[in-house]
């Protein structure tokens, strides 16, 4: 295979990676660029050759980017964005349900919460200490 052959496979797969993210493709596309310098320096090299050296190449590509590029994003400014409930800890209300069972209910904002905690009379102040799932788990205020 000739060298714009590789310069054209390295530059599909790379451009590729624009259409169908996920970063297989493009290390894949690197592999070929590296194929495309080594014909470049040795065009005697045959087919089979170059074609193993590109497999070779994209699996070592691939697997070095799983093992150090992946779990390298920056923390979030926001990591409570999409975490409602975890998001009212902290928050003082009155019980609109009395908790009876363990179970009741309050209004924050404009929704209604299911709250756990300890048996509290309705119109008692409560304040919410934590989320599990969409529970809010409350405590009454002294």
């Given at each position: 295979?000739?060298?714009?052959a590789?310069?054209?496979?390295?530059?599909?797969?790379?451009a590729?990676?624009?259409?169908?993210?996920?970063a297989?493709?493009?290390?894949?596309?690197?592999a070929a660029?590296?194929v495309?310098?080594v014909?470049?320096?040795?065009?005697s090299l045959?087919l089979?050759?170059?074609?193993v050296?590109?497999?070779?190449?994209?699996v070592?590509?691939?697997?070095?980017?799983l093992?150090w590029?992946?779990g390298?994003?920056?923390?979030s400014?926001r990591p409570?964005l999409?975490?409602?409930?975890?998001?009212?800890?902290g928050r003082v209300v009155?019980?609109?349900?009395?908790?009876?069972?363990?179970?009741?209910r309050?209004?924050?904002?404009d929704?209604?919460w299911?709250?756990?905690?300890p048996?509290?009379?309705?119109?008692v102040?409560v304040?919410?200490?934590?989320?599990?799932g969409m529970?809010?788990?409350?405590?009454?205020i002294d």
């Open positions: 295979m000739n060298t714009t590789w310069a054209a496979i390295a530059l599909v797969l790379i590729a990676e624009t259409f169908i993210p996920g297989f493709l493009l290390w894949m596309g690197i660029a590296i495309w310098l014909v470049l320096v040795a065009p045959g089979l050759a170059q074609v050296l590109f497999a070779a190449l994209s070592v590509a691939v697997l070095a980017y093992k590029g992946r390298r994003e920056r923390p400014d409570l999409n975490r409602r409930a975890e998001q009212l800890v009155s019980l609109d349900r009395a908790i009876e069972g363990g179970r009741g309050v209004k924050l904002d929704s209604y299911v709250v756990s905690g048996e509290l009379e309705a119109g102040r304040r919410v200490i934590g989320a599990n529970v809010l788990e409350v405590r009454g």
